[in-house]
């Protein structure tokens, strides 16, 4: 079952106050960028959030799953809890770097 494009809506709604929301189809999925970082993948619209130290103590007890088969296991981020949601993001923006630009080839003729 692929996320559907009013539970990505939803998602980005739930975290509007975090700063610049936007999102991105990949792969038939989407992940949602605050500040142009990539922050929250949306699966099956299930909400996932990278595994990482500082969210160690706000995720205490949260589901684990696999956004994809042969991902990386992630936290599952309850997005119905605004103010949880919220805090994840005010941890993960901080530390999460912009994605570097991608230089595009050329083609040789």
């Given at each position: ?15 509007s ?10 792969f038939g999925e989407?992940?949602?960028y ?6 929250l993948?949306?699966?099956d619209?299930?909400?996932f959030v990278k ?7 706000v ?5 684990k799953g696999?956004?994809?088969e042969?991902?990386k296991?992630h ?8 103010d949880k949601?919220?805090e994840?993001i005010?941890i993960l923006e901080?530390i999460?770097?912009?994605?570097k ?6 083609a040789?003729g």
């Amino acid at each position: 079952m692929a996320t559907t494009p009013d539970f990505v809506e939803f998602v980005c709604e739930q975290i509007s106050g975090a700063g610049d929301i936007r999102y991105r189809k990949m792969f038939g999925e989407y992940m949602v960028y605050v500040n142009e970082k990539p922050l929250l993948l949306v699966c099956d619209n299930t909400v996932f959030v990278k595994i990482v130290p500082e969210l160690a103590a706000v995720m205490e007890g949260a589901q684990k799953g696999l956004p994809y088969e042969g991902g990386k296991e992630h936290y599952i981020l309850d997005i119905d809890d605004t103010d949880k949601a919220l805090e994840v993001i005010s941890i993960l923006e901080p530390i999460t770097p912009l994605p570097k630009r991608r230089k595009k080839k050329r083609a040789e003729g």
